[in-house]
């Protein structure tokens, strides 16, 4: 499931096909079957009522919750460049052989983070990965010499600092990884299944076979791949945008 969700572009299309089946079958079921007598009416109406506001509800807090894990990705890549950033200047602090390599790492390091944002290819992101490890290991080896030759709170700053910048990455990673619940998914699908159906099935006349019937699966398939554009970190067209670290790495390779 959370492969098919990287596919905004395919849930629309899937999801507009199978809510307009179900608006359909409904229908069907309203001409065929059972017969929606005008007594019956007030209550189908609160019925229909009561389902689509819950499927409005649904929708609402679940683009809600991908909202806010966007916002937490975007700060958590400032917060990312920051610690880099720093780190960079309290190089200065360490000797001159130490302090040069600290600084052509975290360079290193910069350019691999902005490339880990910036790629949609599996095996190029693995790639980085592999490399961001190496670079990690080095930078930290780098940072317990300085505080190992120099104990004194220079060196714990130095040491210190690393650790955020490390850290960072970690929250990142962690950030990219917290998506909207499977069972919510499922959820929503089944709701907006059974909102359309009941659509359909409240259709007078010829409207079932009119356009007007396909506005419903319409709006909601384009909310649900809304939300799971915004949700999906590599997938559809809502990314963000590392300026932050394009920045950083503009004025540290300056």
């Not at 079958?25 to 309203?30: D, F, H, K, S, Y």
């Not at 190496?134 to 080896?141: C, D, G, R, V, Y």
């Not at 069972?183 to 259709?203: E, S, V």
Request: charged share 20%; glycine share 6%.
């Amino acid at each position: 499931m959370a492969a098919f969700v990287d596919h905004p572009l395919v849930i629309f299309v899937v999801l507009f096909v199978l809510f307009v089946v179900a608006a359909a079958v409904g229908a069907l079921v309203q001409r065929r079957l059972v017969m929606l007598r005008d007594e019956e009416r007030e209550d189908f109406n609160v019925v229909q009522g009561a389902t689509l506001t819950l499927l409005a509800l649904l929708i609402g807090f679940s683009l809600s919750m991908a909202v806010g894990r966007y916002d937490t990705r975007k700060t958590l890549e400032e917060n990312e460049a920051n610690a880099i950033g720093t780190e960079y200047a309290r190089a200065d602090l360490a000797d001159a052989p130490v302090s040069t390599q600290i600084k052509a790492g975290l360079v290193h390091y910069t350019q691999l983070r902005l490339a880990h944002f910036r790629t949609r290819d599996p095996e190029e992101l693995a790639r980085i990965n592999g490399d961001t490890a190496a670079s990690q290991s080095e930078l930290w080896q780098l940072a317990t010499r300085v505080a190992k030759v120099n104990s004194t709170p220079i060196g714990a700053t130095i040491v210190t600092g690393m650790n955020d910048v490390l850290n960072s990455q970690d929250y990142s990673e962690a950030a990219l990884i917290n998506r909207i619940p499977l069972g919510t998914w499922i959820l929503m699908i089944l709701i907006g299944l059974l909102g359309c159906a009941i659509q359909g099935y409240g259709a007078k006349g010829n409207l079932s076979r009119s356009f007007l019937i396909t506005i419903l699966p319409l709006t909601v398939a384009l909310s649900l791949a809304l939300i799971a554009d915004i949700d999906s970190p590599r997938g559809g067209i809502i990314h963000v945008q590392p300026q932050d670290l394009a920045r950083l790495l503009h004025s540290l390779e300056k």
